[in-house]
């Protein structure tokens, strides 16, 4: 079978990855290759192909290669406080803040010595360069894992009527589940830095058009208000994960929940005409809501 780069064709027997057959090529960026394009679709550098195809190598400059790193290194950071806590602390990645993904502790209170231990873990796991592999399991089988795990990472993926097969990443003893291509090893995301932010911390990583170096943080203090009350809300309606809203609608039906945000979404919208009402200089306002929303209008 053949593969083509750049216009040149590799040889390869069935079995090898993209990461073997271009080693040569890929060792001369010196882990600047995070992932790859292999005839259209995205793929990890361990993809083994089982046609002829053509391939692109991507670094993080390409927006596919920074997806990767940006999940390789929310993994080390996750694997880092499992190593330092075990179980005894609550990680939530909560969302993306420039450059960088606002994380909370749920029962632990955030130290500028927390967060270096944190940080010589998290440079420690890359400094050893460990592998990170992807591990697929039948549904019965992950079952009869997670009756044996003190953990729930990934048993979301169980609860899919139509899933075949669930998938972990693991590295050493430490698994994980994330959605999408991740990198190859933990060497390959060294660029990092936790930063204490409002009730939480910030993991900073650069921006496409300089990966070597972490850029200045531009704090957009409405967008992150906005953000913060949304997450209090669901947090308080025991909905701020993925897998506590679909175990509500699993046991409830989603009526209630439905509902419920709509209550939500109306009071949001009397708050702002209540404000408009007492700017008496207002003589237009526009609304903006997502793609379809019938809030997309003006008056």
Known sequence: MKLTYKEKEYNYEEGQTIYEI?????????????????????????????QDGKVELL??????????????????MAMAINEIYKNDAFLTINYQLDNSMFC???NIEITEEILEEIRIKMTEIIDADYKITKAHMTVDEAKEF????????????????????ISLYYC?????????VMPISTGYVKVF????YKNGFLLRYPSKSNPNELPKFNDNRKLNSTLQEYEAIHKVLKL???YRLNKRVKEDGAKETILLAEALHEKKISDI???????????????????????NNFC
């Open 240 to 242: 701020d994960t993925i």
């Open 146 to 165: 997670y009756k044996k795990e003190q953990n729930l990472r990934g048993i979301l993926q169980i609860n899919k009527e139509t899933k075949e097969t």
């Open 273 to 295: 005409a209540d404000a408009i009402k007492k700017q008496d200089k207002v003589k237009m306002v526009l609304i903006a809501g997502p793609s379809s929303s019938r809030e």
């Open 193 to 196: 830095e936790l930063v204490k």
């Open 59 to 76: 670094d993080y400059t390409d927006t596919e290669g920074k997806r990767v790193y940006v999940r390789g290194i929310m993994y080390v």
């Open 22 to 50: 271009l080693k040569e090529e890929i060792d001369k960026r010196d882990k600047e290759i995070i992932t790859c394009n292999f005839n259209n679709e995205i793929k990890s550098l361990n993809y083994k192909p089982s």
């Open 104 to 106: 909370t502790f749920d």
């Open 172 to 180: 050493n003893d430490y698994y994980n589940y994330f959605y999408g």
